[in-house]
């Protein structure tokens, strides 16, 4: 099975082949749409689940599934088109696979009534296929056409409804940012090539061990290109801005590429290169600093979010900052752990969040309302129309927040344990844990805000709208429900010894990262009392955040949108997101601009070329001719003159 | 006589009558003058043809029949051209037919 698991790229890619030409010849034949889009997913889980089962009973950790030699450049350099399927990426596809078919059977319901179901279900495959390519690839250039190829189907989904110009627009945020990152990676793999000469994993896993001395400058470079490369993609400090704004697509394409899967291909990345990583010390530390920032500044710019979306973007960039806290802390186990976790229960956000616009767009549009379904100014005391959503989105916001013993608890504590634990190595990591610390009193703050205004309370959406409120169906809620167990049983695939379990994913992930954690000083252990004091904060962190924030939003009084004052102080600063798009605008757009509008456009274009290059030439011809033309005056004495005059002139010269 | 010794002052009267047709074309504006004077030029060249003749054989001779032939030829095309031009503008003086120009 594990040498057929191109299986479970291939059949997504059937799917999206199949519905875009449906969406081009039969845009309305619904129901055939959903069984393709849904059914080759489920096939796709099954191949996944075959191949995990297989993984699992094998002595070998590692198989590379070897399809077709794509660029046999030269000796040195040949590149096969190669899936690797290991411990690493077997977890991975379950999870895009489980959790994208999840997703793939909501939007069956959520997108149900709107004209380009086809195409969103062709590009929702599409994606599937790149991000399977990303995880599975063997080698670097693989990995990077699925890395390409996601950024491609996120630019599509974000800008899915491109009538609206704002839409589009946040569609070519995501990409250009994307694109920075990506020119990162390139410079990475030239650079490995460059000093290596392979560019696999495992190649580079071993070449880089044997070549290069840990602390040099080549490994350092190599992470940090790719690191630009895992900003990018996984939205961080700097690139982190494209994200919020990527909520501009349907919701459950959020849930799906903008919370559980692509963003988390940055981490995944610096999993898969964890020996470049370790190699280089330095490195490892920016990744740390710049994911405890990236988890807190996101975590400060959420409090103060009316859009029930933006709150849920702004925790995932913070949440993706934790990951990269932990690869960073080199628990790269811990990492992955809480992609997982994440995946569960941001998924489950998104998608409950999903049904609560579902149902206001509903009963807005019957009301003849023009209030913004996704403004949380409009909700409240949803509870009692939508409970099947409120409970499970409370599981998730629970699991967020980091009570246990809900999934996110055990990943976010295992982080900042690791954190902390490297704190005795270097002081940094005792600020990372510091900030990271304070991000998980927020999240829990932020959240328990997002619940209290749209579940608790008075509606305020308007009477006319209220009666028209409705728990979506049950494709809806369905997915919804398996995402809750998940939430809830997930930390068990790595429950901790002080719980009672065996870390099983750690184990699981051992071989993937043998050979990097070879490079580095094991974590220090934390003694046990200090290890019951940090969970005890944590936990304290998390009650304190949720109690703070169900009451300070109970005892405020909202108003609607419209009615809103200005905001104050640092909340004007956390709502406006510290003016960093402002500040982005100013210091890269602005000047872009014009540098191609006045430099290159109307200076090099225009004037240069246009005007001293073509329009000089075809003025120096018409001088010259003009000149010329002087000589045909009509005088037919003057051309005998002339005429004479070169005879002469020529017999001058015959005879000497 | 030896016909040799003529050659030099043959040489010296055809060169005076193309330098005076070449004079008379330049300076000349009537075009019917102008045009005898291209004749002057072709029979000062005949001259110098059938003085060569007398030393290299009878084909400068012969290239003498051809020259009148073509200037025979000339003279009718030419002046049924200045002939037109006439009729046209009341005119045969050169300066003023100058309708071709850049």
Redesign the interface.
């Known amino acids: 099975m594990i040498q057929l698991v191109w299986l479970a790229v291939l059949f997504p890619l059937l799917g999206a082949v199949i519905n875009a030409a449906l969406a081009f010849r039969r845009p309305m034949a619904k129901t055939a749409v959903s069984i393709v889009g849904v059914g080759v997913m489920a096939a796709a889980f099954a191949v996944a689940l075959a191949v995990f089962r297989e993984l699992q009973q094998s002595p070998v950790a590692s198989y590379s599934v070897v399809l077709w030699h794509w660029m046999p450049v030269t000796d040195r350099l040949s590149i096969d088109l190669a899936f690797q399927v290991d411990h690493l990426s077997s977890v991975m596809l379950l999870v895009i696979t489980g959790v994208g078919g999840l997703i793939h059977l909501f939007s069956v319901g959520y997108m149900r009534s709107d004209p380009g179901y086809a195409r969103y279900f062709a590009y929702l495959n599409l994606f599937i296929v790149f991000m399977l390519v990303l995880v599975l690839g063997a080698s670097l250039p693989v990995s990077f056409i699925g890395w390409e190829g996601v950024g491609l189907c996120s630019y599509l989904l974000i800008g899915f409804w491109y009538e609206v110009d704002a839409n589009s627009n946040a569609g070519k945020k995501a990409f250009l940012a994307n694109r920075i990152g990506d020119f990162g990676v390139l410079i990475a793999m030239f650079l490995i090539w460059w000093s290596l000469g392979t560019l696999d994993f495992t190649g580079i896993m071993m070449q880089g061990g044997a070549h290069w001395s840990r602390g040099s400058t080549m490994p350092l470079l190599v992470a940090l290109f790719l690191f630009l490369g895992c900003t990018g993609k996984s939205a961080q400090i700097p690139l982190y801005v494209w994200l919020p704004d990527a909520m501009a697509g349907p919701t459950p394409v959020s849930a799906l590429i903008h919370a559980a899967t692509m963003v988390t291909a940055g981490v995944f990345l610096v999993v898969r290169t964890a020996a470049v990583f370790t190699l280089a010390p330095v490195a490892l530390e920016v990744v740390a600093v710049v994911g405890a920032l990236t988890a807190f500044f996101a975590a400060t710019i959420g409090l103060r979010q009316y859009d029930i979306k933006k709150v849920l973007a702004y925790s995932t960039v913070s949440q993706l900052g934790y990951m990269f806290l932990g690869v960073g802390t080199t628990a790269f186990a811990s990492g992955i752990f809480h992609l997982i976790t994440h995946a569960f229960f941001k998924a489950l956000l998104f998608l409950g969040a999903g049904s609560v616009i579902h149902a206001m767009h509903h009963a807005l549009h019957h009301a003849h309302s023009h209030a913004d379904p996704q403004d949380m100014r409009n909700m409240g005391g949803l509870r009692r129309a939508m409970p099947w959503t409120f409970a499970l989105m409370g599981i998730a916001t629970l699991a967020i927040a980091g009570v246990p013993p809900f999934a996110g608890f055990f990943s976010k504590d295992e982080i900042l344990g690791a954190a902390f634990a490297r704190g005795s190595e270097h002081p940094i990591y005792y600020v990372c844990w510091a900030l990271g610390l304070a991000a998980a009193l927020m999240t829990a703050f932020y959240m328990s805000r997002l619940v209290a205004m749209t579940f608790f309370g008075k509606y305020r959406g308007g009477e006319k709208s209220a009666e028209h409120l409705h728990e979506a169906p049950w494709v809806m809620t369905g997915p919804l429900v398996i995402l809750a167990i998940l939430t809830i049983g997930g930390g068990l695939i790595n429950l901790p010894h002080f719980a009672g379990g065996s870390s099983w994913l750690e184990h699981w992930l051992a071989p993937v990262v043998q050979v990097a954690m070879m490079m580095v000083t094991p974590t220090p252990e934390i003694p046990s009392g200090m290890e019951t004091t940090l969970i005890a904060l944590a936990i304290v962190a998390a009650v304190t955040g949720l109690v703070g924030g169900y009451v300070l939003t109970t005892r405020s009084s909202i108003v609607t949108p419209e009615h809103a004052p200005e905001e104050r102080g640092i909340w004007s600063l956390l709502y406006h997101k510290y003016y960093v798009d402002e500040v982005y605008h100013r210091l890269i757009v602005d000047p872009t601009m014009w540098l191609s509008r006045r430099a290159l456009w109307q200076t090099v274009d225009a004037f240069l070329i246009d005007r001293i290059g073509v329009g000089g030439t075809a003025r120096l011809a018409e001088g010259l001719g003009w000149l010329?033309?002087?000589?045909?005056?009509?005088?037919?004495?003057f051309y005998?003159?002339m005429f004479?005059v070169g005879a002469v002139l020529i017999l001058r010269t015959l005879v000497r | 006589m030896d016909t040799r010794l003529l050659l030099g002052p043959t040489l010296v009267v055809s060169a005076i009558l193309f330098v005076l047709g070449v004079a008379g074309v330049l300076v000349r504006r009537n075009a019917i003058v102008v045009f005898m004077c291209v004749e002057l030029m072709l029979n000062a060249v005949n001259l110098t043809f059938i003085a060569f003749a007398q030393l290299h054989g009878v084909s400068g001779q012969i290239m003498v029949f051809f020259v009148m032939t073509v200037a025979a030829a000339e003279a009718a095309v030419g002046l049924a051209i200045i002939l037109a031009i006439f009729r046209h503008t009341q005119s045969v003086d050169l300066a003023h037919i100058n309708l071709l120009k850049g």
């Not at chain 1, 010329?628 to 004495?637: D, F, H, I």
């Open positions: 010329g033309s002087r000589l045909q005056n009509g005088q037919v004495a005998v003159t004479a």
